[in-house]
């Protein structure tokens, strides 16, 4: 029995497919257009109405004011491209140039959303000039006195080093006591069930509490308990403590994530070779995690960082606490401004570091 040759015969509609045309880009390119020159104008109105607020009087105010407008006029150029590239590419498409017209369509979009991504960075920043300078610059004079900041940041900085030598110290203890928790965590078989418990139990409880209490506690209960060898302690010690126990907890979760992301196969064929699991850990498993958690690890040393500052609670004159002996004295909060500077110029870096291990991890977990 033969097939008719009508079912093996594909059908045809008669109707031809015809390419789809590319979005249009012209409208995108007038808005961009809009969007740049709105932003010179407003950049004109608020360099104008701040040249008061600038170095100088007079000649240097206008043309500083000047210097504002002009940093804004080179995004014109990609504004006026975008509407070349979106004239071409209607004509083109009305040619029956499909390729052409899809090339220019492209370009023409590419141009205007570049043009309304630096419109939205323009508006925040002039947003922020806006608000520092609103009110006859009384924000201003409130956290970027000049005065202020020259006459606190010497001591400031000295104090500074105080939250360095913290969060130091405790990153180290912090590493030690937090893959200490995650191997206990994750101790083998029914004979490490009480260590699993009291590690989860303790893990538990101490990303539970914020750590201002904890410091809190530990610097002001520990001295009135009388713990024999902990009450005598300084402050700075008393917020290593705190800030150990603390993070030791959020580590060891870390530690325990690497750990376990290790196939198991790596530590069946090290069993298979005669190593006992002491020895895989140390020479198999433990090499591979700590490549993995470095990442997540500098995260928590850049929130650790920035906690240094609740030390204050108890007492210790860190940064953050000479800062409020000249916020107090001067009735001006820029002695505070010069402590988050601080902060910034340290955490910034660290952060791109993070982006770059990240990043490779990703690009060598890729190649294999």
């Known amino acids: 029995m033969s097939l008719s040759s009508d079912l093996l015969t594909p059908k045809r509609t008669g109707a031809a497919i015809s390419p789809t045309q590319p979005p249009p880009s012209l ?7 809009a969007g740049i020159l709105a932003v010179v104008a407003l950049t004109a109105a608020t360099a104008w109405s701040v040249r008061d607020a600038l170095p100088g009087t007079g000649i240097t105010a206008v043309a500083g004011a000047l210097a504002m407008t002009a940093a804004v006029l080179p995004l014109l150029r990609p504004a006026v491209r975008a509407l070349r ?31 309304l991504g630096w419109c939205l960075v323009a508006v925040c920043v002039l947003g922020a000039a806006w608000f520092v300078l609103a009110n006859d610059r009384a924000v201003q004079r409130t956290f970027f006195d000049g005065e202020v900041i020259g006459l606190s940041f010497s001591e400031i900085a000295s104090a500074f080093g105080t939250n360095l030598f913290i969060a130091v110290v405790a990153q180290l203890l912090i590493l030690v006591w937090g893959l200490a928790l995650a191997l206990a965590r994750m101790a083998p078989g029914r004979v490490g069930r009480p260590l699993r418990l009291l590690a989860t139990a303790y893990i538990d409880g101490f990303r539970a509490v914020p750590a201002i209490i904890i410091i809190y506690l530990i610097g002001f209960g520990l001295p009135l308990a009388e713990v024999p060898l902990l009450s005598s302690l300084s402050p700075v010690w008393f917020a290593i403590l705190a800030l150990t126990l603390t993070y030791g907890a959020y580590v060891a979760e870390v530690f325990r994530a690497g750990i376990e992301s290790i196939a198991p196969g790596q530590s069946a064929a090290a069993r298979s070779l005669g190593l006992s699991r002491g020895a895989t850990l140390r020479h198999v498993v433990l090499p591979q995690a700590t490549r993995r958690v470095v990442p997540p690890l500098l995260n928590d040393f850049i929130s650790l960082q920035k906690d240094t500052a609740l030390v204050n609670v108890i007492g210790t004159i860190d940064a953050f606490n000479q800062s ?5 004295n001067h009735f001006n909060l820029s002695s505070v401004t010069v402590v988050a500077l601080l902060f ?25």
């Open 27 to 33: 409208p995108l390119a007038w808005a961009a257009t």
């Open 85 to 115: 590239s979106g004239r071409a590419a209607a004509a083109a498409w009305s040619e029956d140039r499909r390729a052409d017209a899809r090339r220019h369509s492209s370009e023409a979009r590419e141009d205007a959303w570049t043009v």
């Open 324 to 328: 409020k002996i000249y916020a107090s």
């Open 344 to 368: 910034v110029v340290i955490t910034i870096p660290q952060a791109r570091l993070v982006d770059r291990l990240v990043a490779r991890e990703h690009r060598h977990g890729k190649g294999a």
